[in-house]
């Protein structure tokens, strides 16, 4: 497979996972605008913008580890982290919206959240500029981490 297509589908892996997640937020703003949230929540039109952003730079990090290719351990478990954190990516909206659950979403984004770190350490070991790349979406899960639990807080 010719790397232009690796970078290609590494990109659209992680936009499928936005855009699986984005069909429950979609259907629950109304739920969500009921809600109880702290003062430091950013404006909504933020969140659109962001997440493109962090999701394309997760698909650039992931193309540097597919194109060094997954033939050895590290490889392979670096592959196998970062499709179960993308996974759990998606699953938090589809938890926290669509299951209108702000604990099952704060149990979930934890997890994300320590997925993240070892897909950090894990792609480090490979490429430490992938690593590097996910250094904001690691930032913005912790933002997201302490806005859901202070959500939960308030309601």
Do not use: E
């Amino acid at each position: 497979m010719s790397n232009y297509l690796k970078f290609a589908l590494s990109i659209v892996i992680c936009l499928l996972a936005g855009i699986g997640g984005a069909v429950f937020t979609q259907d629950s703003l109304g739920w969500y605008f009921t809600l109880h949230k702290p003062l430091f929540r950013p404006p909504n039109w933020l969140f659109s913008p962001v997440w493109l952003l962090l999701y394309i730079l997760m698909g650039i990090s992931f193309y540097l580890i597919w194109k060094k290719g997954f033939y050895d351990k590290d490889a392979k478990y670096a592959f196998i982290i970062f499709i179960v954190q993308l996974t759990f990516n998606a699953l938090w909206s589809v938890i926290f919206f669509g299951g209108r659950s702000i604990v099952g979403g704060l149990i979930v984004i934890f997890v994300l959240w320590l997925l993240i770190f070892l897909t950090i350490f894990a792609f480090y070991r490979i490429n430490s500029t992938a690593a590097y790349i996910l250094i904001p979406y690691f930032i913005w899960v912790s933002y997201a981490s302490i806005l859901n639990f202070s959500i939960w807080r308030l309601n």
